[in-house]
C-alpha cells in the first residue's frame, strides 16, 4: 500500500524539485555573471529508484569540518564509515574524519539499529536536512546500499578523482528503501577471456553504485579454467593458458581469488563460482586424459562454438574430480552457493545428464553448499533447496518454460536472466561493434521493460528469488568493453531486482537514467549512449 501512496508522490515531487531548482538556477546567476547556483538533485532521482521517498525541509550541504560518525563499539559500522570516507575525499578534497559517534555534532550519522526490523536485511533509511544526513540500518550491508544512495544523491562530479569545486549538497526529506529481491546478480565470463583480479574488482566496484550483491564468476568452460585447483593442478597451468582467440589467458592462485571474494565481501557482495559440467569442459578434458571417455586428450579449444565436449559420465574418475574440485572451491567460498553449470549438455544424453546430476548435487551439498544449475537442471531432479537460472527468450518453447515452471513449483527457486532481456554480450543494435546476437538485439528499454514477478507463466511469484545479467566474453576482452556492454543495460537489472513493482516506469526510470550519465563518465566508464534516453550534462 505503502508503495502505491508513495511513488506517484515521488514522481510529482520529483518534477515539482526539478522545476524549483531551475528556477534557482536561472535567477541565482548575478548580474557581475557569477555562476549560477547549480541545482541540487531531487531526493529520490537515483538508480536503483526506492521504496519510498519523502522531500522535505532543507538541503545539507558538506564542509570541510564535516565528520563521518559511526558508533563508538561497532566496527562495522567504522568500515562503512571508511570506505564513505574513500569514496568522498578525492572530489570532495576534504578530510571527512570517521569518528566516534559522540565527538563531533551533525555530519554524516551512520547508525546500526537492530530494532529498525521493516528495514530488513539490506534496507536503509536516510535522513537529510540543515544539520546533516543520518543513515540507520539493521545491518551493515543496509547502511552500505544507504552510502550509496548518499552518494548518488551527491553531484556526479563527485566520482572524479581529483578535487573538484563542489558544493556538495544533499536534498533535504527522508528515504526508507528495501529490495524487492535478495538475489541481484551480474555474470562475468573470465573463461572465454580472462580478466585479472584488477579488472574484476574495478567491475565490483561499479556492481555496488547501484546495490547488485552477487557476483557469479563463471570459471570454467571449454576455452579456459581459471580457479587453481590442488588436486588436479594442470587444470590451471594448462587448461588455463589460452582463451578464444588464443591468447595468453589466465588463472587465478587461491590467493587471487581469496582477494576477490574478500574485496566483494568488502562491497557486501557474495561470489558464486561457477563450475560448468558435464558440458563447456574441454579444458579440462585437454588437461587430463583420464577424464575422457576414450582416454585421449582433445587439443585446447580457442573458438566459440559450444555443445561439443562433455565429461565422461560413466567414469568413477569422473566424480573423483568432481569431488575434489567442488570440495577445493567450497573451502574459497565463503557464500552460500556453487553454481555446477549444466546447460548445453548437447554431447550428453539426457539419461546420462540426469545420472550426473544425481550424483553431483549431492557432492555440492556435502561441501555445505547449495546448487545453482541453469535451468537445463529443471529437467532432471533440481535437489532440495537448489536455485535454477533462466536463462531462455520469448521464443523459448512452452515446454521448456512449463518444465521451468513445474520444478518452481515444487520448491525450486528462480533467478531470471532472460538472453534476450539481460544478457549483457547481446549486440545493443546492429551497429554494436561488439556482442553477439543469437538472443536478438536489446536496446537499453528491452532490457528494463519487463516484470520478473510476472514473466514465466505459471510460475509462483515467491518462487522468484532474483534477477541476474550475465556478461557472456566471446568478444569482450577489456574493462572498456565490459563497461561498453554493460552500462547502462546493468543499471536497468540493478533496477528490476531492488525497486517495487509499482516503481516500474519506463518514461521515469529512462529520465533518472539519464542523470546516471554524468556521473558513469566522470568515474571513466564508456558507457552506450542509447538513443532511447534523455542523458544529461552536468
Ligand atoms: C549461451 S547461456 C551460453 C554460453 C554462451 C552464451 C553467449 C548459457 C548458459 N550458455 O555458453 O557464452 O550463450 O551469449
Keep these: ?74 566496527r562495522a559500522a567504522r568500515r562503512v564509515g571508511a570506505y564513505l570516507a574513500s569514496v568522498l575525499r578525492p572530489a570532495t578534497g576534504y578530510p571527512l574524519p570517521v569518528v566516534d559517534d559522540d565527538e563531533a555534532r551533525g555530519g554524516i550519522r551512520l547508525r546500526l539499529d537492530a530494532r529498525g526490523r521493516e528495514l530488513g536485511d539490506e534496507g536503509y533509511r536516510m535522513e537529510s536536512g540543515r544539520q546533516g544526513v543520518t543513515l540507520t540500518a539493521r545491518t551493515p550491508a543496509g547502511l552500505f546500499h544507504g552510502v550509496q544512495t548518499l552518494r548518488q544523491q551527491l553531484p556526479a562530479a563527485v566520482e572524479h578523482d581529483t578535487p573538484r569545486p563542489g ?15 535478495g538475489y541481484r546478480g551480474a555474470m562475468l565470463d573470465v573463461s572465454r577471456h580472462f580478466f585479472t583480479v584488477g579488472q574484476v574488482k574495478r567491475y565490483i566496484d561499479q556492481m555496488a553504485l547501484y546495490k547488485i550483491n552477487t557476483l557469479h564468476l563463471h570459471l570454467s568452460d571449454d576455452q579456459g579454467w581459471r580457479i587453481a585447483v590442488d588436486s588436479w593442478p594442470r587444470l590451471a597451468t594448462y587448461g588455463g593458458s589460452t582463451q578464444v582467440g588464443g591468447g595468453q589467458g589466465g588463472f587465478y592462485t587461491k590467493a587471487q581469488y581469496r582477494e576477490i571474494v574478500a574485496y566483494a565481501a568488502s562491497r557486501h557482495l557474495e561470489v558464486v563460482p561457477e563450475i560448468d559440467m558435464p558440458g563447456h569442459t574441454n579444458a579440462a578434458l585437454a588437461s587430463y586424459a583420464e577424464l575422457n571417455c576414450d582416454g585421449v586428450a582433445p587439443p585446447l579449444y580457442t573458438g566459440t562454438e559450444v555443445g561439443f565436449s562433455s565429461l565422461c559420465v560413466n567414469k568413477d574418475v569422473t566424480y573423483d574430480f568432481v569431488d575434489d574440485v567442488i570440495r577445493e572451491l ?31 548435487q549431492p557432492v555440492v551439498a556435502k561441501y555445505g553448499k547449495t546448487v545453482i544449475g541453469w535451468h537445463q537442471l529443471a529437467g532432471a ?69 519487463w516484470d520478473p514477478g510476472a514473466y514465466l507463466p505459471g510460475v509462483p511469484a515467491s518462487a522468484v528469488r532474483g534477477v541476474e545479467a550475465p556478461l557472456w566474453t566471446e568478444t569482450v576482452s577489456s574493462s572498456a568493453h565490459i563497461e561498453r556492454m554493460a552500462f547502462p543495460r546493468l543499471l536497468g537489472a540493478a533496477e528490476l531486482g531492488w525497486s517495487p513493482a509499482a516503481a516500474h516506469d519506463w518514461e521515469a526510470y529512462r529520465q533518472r537514467l539519464a542523470g546516471q550519465g554524468p556521473r558513469l563518465e566522470a568515474m571513466g566508464v564508456d558507457f552506450h549512449r542509447s538513443p532511447q534516453v534523455p542523458w544529461r550534462t552536468e
Design 1 to 74: 500500500m505503502r508503495q502505491h501512496r508513495t511513488i506517484p508522490r515521488l514522481r510529482l515531487l520529483g518534477s515539482l524539485l526539478l522545476v524549483l531548482a531551475a528556477g534557482v538556477a536561472g535567477t541565482g546567476a548575478a548580474p557581475d555573471g557569477a555562476a549560477a547556483a547549480p541545482a541540487v538533485r531531487p531526493l529520490g532521482d537515483i538508480v536503483p529508484a526506492p521504496t519510498s521517498v519523502r522531500p522535505s525541509g532543507s538541503p545539507y550541504t558538506l564542509t570541510a569540518r564535516t565528520a563521518i560518525r559511526v558508533d563508538a563499539d561497532s
Design 167 to 181: 558544493p556538495w549538497t544533499v536534498a533535504g526529506g527522508t528515504i526508507t528503501d528495501t529490495p524487492r529481491y
Design 330 to 360: 567450497a573451502a574459497l567460498t565463503p557464500g552460500r552457493y556453487l553454481h555446477i553449470g549444466g546447460d548445453e549438455a548437447h554431447s550428453t544424453s539426457h539419461e546420462d545428464y540426469v545420472a550426473f546430476m544425481d550424483r553431483v
Design 381 to 449: 531432479r533440481p535437489a532440495p533447496g537448489a536455485l535454477v537460472q533462466y536463462w531462455g527468450l520469448d521464443r523459448t518453447g512452452d515446454a521448456e518454460k512449463a518444465g521451468v515452471a513445474r520444478a518452481a513449483q515444487n520448491g525450486t527457486g528462480l533467478i531470471l536472466s532472460p538472453a534476450d532481456r539481460l544478457y549483457l554480450d547481446m549486440k545493443y543494435t546492429k551497429d554494436t561493434p561488439l556482442g553477439l546476437s543469437w538472443a536478438g538485439y536489446v536496446e537499453v528499454r528491452r532490457a528494463y521493460d
